[in-house]
């Protein structure tokens, strides 16, 4: 897994274009564990070397401490623009990282001064400790699962 800040976002979105994707799994686990829960969030992207397939990109996220997923009011899991990723410091946790599939008006066009913005903006934002992603094998995805025809079709 690469660690994912503000910093490395860049090479994440070297490789990968998130404009069209889709948010194909979301799980939360331990919310109420003493650090924090931990998220998983599977995104459908498209490799940018190659243009096509999609391919699902996981990102896991430690110490979560706030997110806002609002399925149905609005975000319905499409991703119209790439993810942005801010650092900000939170008076009651510190300093977090937040990772947010909803900029208002896309990356580069806004940048949000603080996590209050974010929050306030966002229909789908995760802040975390330590954030990470990876790719995962097409099978990962339902969605690209429930696509690709089994080994044995003819």
Same mark, same amino acid.
């Given at each position: 897994m690469s660690l994912l800040t503000p910093e490395t976002l860049g090479d994440l979105l070297a490789?990968?274009?998130f404009d069209n994707g889709c948010?194909?799994?979301v799980?939360?686990?331990?919310p109420f564990a003493p650090g924090g829960a931990t998220a998983r969030i599977v995104v459908d992207a498209r490799d940018r070397?190659?243009?096509w397939p999609w391919t699902p990109v996981e990102f896991r996220l430690t110490g979560l401490r706030d997110y806002r997923l609002e399925h149905g009011?609005?975000?319905s899991g499409m991703l119209y623009f790439d993810p942005v990723v801010a650092r900000f410091s939170d008076e009651t946790h510190g300093e977090l990282l937040y990772l947010d599939f909803d900029p *208002? !008006?896309?990356?580069?066009?806004?940048e949000? *001064? !603080?996590a209050v913005d974010v929050v306030g903006?966002?229909?789908c934002f995760f802040a975390a400790e330590q954030m990470s992603w990876q790719v995962l094998p097409p099978e990962e995805s339902p969605r690209l699962a429930a696509a690709t025809p089994p080994a044995d079709f003819e």
């Amino acid at each position: 897994m690469s660690l994912l800040t503000p910093e490395t976002l860049g090479d994440l979105l070297a490789e990968y274009d998130f404009d069209n994707g889709c948010v194909t799994r979301v799980s939360i686990d331990d919310p109420f564990a003493p650090g924090g829960a931990t998220a998983r969030i599977v995104v459908d992207a498209r490799d940018r070397e190659h243009g096509w397939p999609w391919t699902p990109v996981e990102f896991r996220l430690t110490g979560l401490r706030d997110y806002r997923l609002e399925h149905g009011k609005g975000f319905s899991g499409m991703l119209y623009f790439d993810p942005v990723v801010a650092r900000f410091s939170d008076e009651t946790h510190g300093e977090l990282l937040y990772l947010d599939f909803d900029p *208002v !008006d896309g990356p580069g066009q806004y940048e949000p *001064v !603080d996590a209050v913005d974010v929050v306030g903006r966002s229909q789908c934002f995760f802040a975390a400790e330590q954030m990470s992603w990876q790719v995962l094998p097409p099978e990962e995805s339902p969605r690209l699962a429930a696509a690709t025809p089994p080994a044995d079709f003819e």
